[in-house]
């Protein structure tokens, strides 16, 4: 067996490995860039190793160092993770030139797969269904223009190399055609040194459902069930779950034969991903094949029981798999939610900075409930511009979809992170969604739920119930603490017993609150409902309450005080609450409310990026959807539209500048 293992990786990838390393027993080495000295990795395995500047381009993609660091450290082997380095195939071949084992597949395999025109044709030819389009290369935007109409819109205009959603864009015309051919291949050139395009129909109304393959060095390759990755942002995949709420038996059967064909067909080792677009008659067609581990393999993992790092090393340590394809298990459900930091209110944007709070809820695993966190970084951290903006990923797994869902909701509401903006509200509102409790998902799915962007969960009448229970029940706490510090009796003015006001946002719901007995029992009247919670968990100066209902439900909720009264997070959404008398809440009509200033006549810079085009000066008439100018942020090119007819009448920055968060770029005036 491998005994001393390097990781050319970061973040949560490179933890996750070790920790599967160190329980076989073989040695870790990590590796490090300037911005990751004190990274978690680094700080997990048994050595370390920097390797250079910060930028990816120079470190985590510098071959050299990195078999300089295998040589330095005795590590006869390399798991290269996802991203960077690891479908490279001069990586692989470099690696074998010095006699350190590559795990991951062989050369050839991740050549033939790694060019997303090859591996059609080697689909096509392997019996495996593909999607209509051009697989040649495009010389410029024109051709691509015309390629577009020949094929028919809509068209997905993808860079042949790498992945990530990076390189890809749908369009509807020849103008976004044009643009969409611009901007994919300046990412593909920027993210991965290859700027070939290819273009595809874009299958309507598709999901994303993909096949995990284990294949090692003795003709063996099995498939692992398939994930549902239809929920997507900019083609990044954001929430997954194993199996499909969709597939049948014998599709899942079809897919897993013809992925397994292809694999076969390129003498395919290691794990590796075949990914399909399947319709609404679930009909399938081959997008593209990873030739590495995916970001979210872990739902596979708690369905079929299996360790799939584990697996891989073992394949690299020339073992046969140890089971057959009869024996591969598709037990209960799994859900995996990745925590980007990123502002969901910006409509994404990436966000950067230090973690000042990182309290994931706790990991679990029981018969009935597990709950695991995948993650690269600890509270304190630093979450640079320089990597992907991922800070873990949360899985749930139980014996239903809806257990599973529901384990999410909890854990995800459990979950506390401050200091960068991050994806946690928008997360717990998808799980709320009716139309994803019952599986009705495409890659649409964000955009067509979302059409205006995110702006918080809209609560239901029974989670402001539990909104306004939590607060009030908080204010008895604190009002309970005054009176025994004060020593002043409770039936004096701070008696909460009674009729009171929580205010939410601004809107008043009367409640009436009382407790049963010391213990904690306590009764609620609110919105002509009564309900009985049996505890209250909660003390001041804690971040989440919780309260246990009658019955067996459970609310966690997290909380923070203010100078007026408490901010509540729960289910999505972001809540200022106020617990007053009646008589108080009848004055608060009368408070003077403050305007926010009119920022309508600038163009502010959405998220911390550089400025890669300014395409308006001084005196230009721009019209609404308008480009004005391009921000780079996270290797994601990120095009800025006028809003309105206006004339420009200043340009603040210029090419290359690097900016921040609401930083003024132009400022326009009526024309």
């Known amino acids: 067996m491998i005994t001393k293992l390097l990781i050319a990786n970061r973040g949560e990838i490179a933890c996750r490995v070790i920790k599967t390393a160190k329980r076989m027993g073989i040695a870790t080495v990590a590796v490090y860039s300037d911005a990751d000295r004190e990274a978690l990795h680094v700080r997990t395995a048994d050595e370390a190793v920097h390797i250079g500047a910060s930028p990816a381009k120079d470190s985590y993609l510098q071959i050299d160092k990195i078999i300089a660091a295998c040589r330095e450290t005795g590590a006869e082997a390399v798991h290269p993770g996802y991203g960077f380095l690891s479908e490279n195939p001069k990586f692989a071949e470099a690696l074998a030139a010095a006699g350190i084992i590559f795990v991951g597949p062989p050369v050839k395999a991740i050549e033939a797969m790694g060019d997303k025109i090859t591996s059609k044709k080697i689909a096509a030819e392997a019996g495996v269904s593909t999607v209509p389009g051009h697989m040649g290369l495009i010389a410029d935007a024109a051709e691509a223009v015309s390629i577009a109409q020949q094929i028919g819109y809509p068209v997905m205009i993808k860079a042949s190399a790498g992945g990530g959603g990076k390189g890809m864009r749908i369009a509807w015309n020849d103008a976004e055609a044009r643009e969409g051919f611009e901007r994919s291949k300046s990412e593909a050139a920027s993210s991965f040194g290859d700027d070939r395009i290819f273009i595809e129909k874009f299958v309507t109304d598709p999901r994303h459902i993909e096949i995990q393959l284990i294949g090692d060095g003795h003709g063996n390759v099995l498939y692992l069930n398939e994930r549902e990755c239809s929920i997507q942002r900019r083609n990044q995949k954001v929430i997954e779950e194993a199996p499909s709420p969709f597939l049948d038996a014998e599709t899942r059967k079809a897919m897993g034969e013809q992925a397994v064909a292809l694999a076969k067909a390129v003498g395919y080792q290691s794990a590796g991903t075949v990914e399909f677009i399947v319709d609404s008659e679930r009909n399938f067609y081959f997008l593209e094949m990873n030739t590495r581990l995916q970001v979210e393999h872990p739902v596979t993992e708690l369905i079929t029981g299996l360790d799939l790092v584990e697996l891989m090393l073992r394949v690299a340590n020339g073992e046969a798999l140890p089971l057959s394809q009869d024996e591969v298990k598709l037990d209960g459900w799994a859900i995996e939610s990745r925590l980007y930091a990123e502002d969901p209110y910006r409509n994404f944007l990436p966000s950067t900075g230090r973690l000042t709070r990182y309290r994931p809820p706790v990991e679990s695993s029981d018969a009935g409930l597990v709950v695991r966190n995948d993650t690269g970084v600890f509270e304190g951290g630093e979450i640079s511009t320089f990597y992907d903006p991922m800070i873990a990923k949360l899985c749930t797994w139980a014996p239903s979809r809806i257990e599973a869902i529901d384990a999410m909701a909890t854990a995800l509401d459990s979950f506390e992170v401050d200091g960068v903006g991050n994806n946690l509200p928008f997360l717990s509102t998808v799980m709320d969604q009716e139309r994803f409790r019952e599986g009705r998902l495409t890659t649409g799915y964000i955009a067509e739920e979302f059409p205006e962007g995110f702006t918080g969960a809209v609560l239901p009448r029974g989670r402001v119930f539990e909104v306004a229970a939590v607060a009030a029940m908080m204010q008895l706490v604190l009002e309970e603490r005054k009176g025994q510090v004060t020593r002043t009796p409770l039936g004096h003015s701070t008696e909460v017993y009674g009729e009171w006001v929580v205010v939410i946002e601004g809107e008043q719901v009367p409640l009436k609150l009382h407790r ?44 923070n005080r203010t100078t007026s009264g408490f901010r509540i997070r729960y289910c999505g959404a972001d809540l200022k609450v106020m617990v007053v008398r009646p008589h108080v809440a009848r004055l608060l009509s009368l408070m003077p409310v403050k305007v926010p200033p009119d920022m309508s006549k600038f163009l502010l810079c959405p998220m911390p990026g550089q400025v890669v085009r300014i395409d308006v000066a001084v005196g230009d008439v721009v019209e609404d959807g308008q480009t004005l100018a391009i921000v780079e942020a996270m290797k994601m090119e990120n095009v800025l539209k006028a809003q309105k007819r206006a004339r420009v009448s200043k340009v603040h920055v210029t090419p290359g500048a690097v900016l921040a968060v609401d930083q003024v770029m132009i400022e326009f005036e009526g024309v």
Do not use: H, Y
């Open 516 to 559: 049963l007995d010391p213990d904690g029992s306590w009764e609620l009247n609110l919105f002509d409902q009564a309900a009985m919670a049996e505890r209250f968990d909660w003390a001041p100066g804690r971040t989440i309450a919780r309260i246990e209902w009658a019955g067996g439900a459970a609310s966690v909720v997290k909380v």
